[in-house]
């Protein structure tokens, strides 16, 4: 008992950073199952007009 009350402050941290890290995957899958690509774009379909057209440049230029 002694252990857990020296220790926390740090047991209350780490507890804070992994529900941190569970919202933040929570959060992926939740917008992957809605069908967003992940990167922000608004109303995106999955599609990713922009990355499409990102693609189509990059082969335009000889890369």
Not at 28 to 45: F, N
């Amino acid at each position: 008992m002694a252990w857990i009350a020296d220790n926390l402050p740090t047991i209350i941290t780490g507890m804070i950073v992994v529900m941190m890290v569970v919202m933040l995957l929570w959060s992926r899958i939740r917008d992957r199952k809605r069908g967003g690509c992940g990167c922000g774009c608004p109303g995106c379909t999955g599609g990713c007009s922009h990355l499409a057209d990102a693609k189509d440049k990059m082969e335009g230029e000889g890369r």
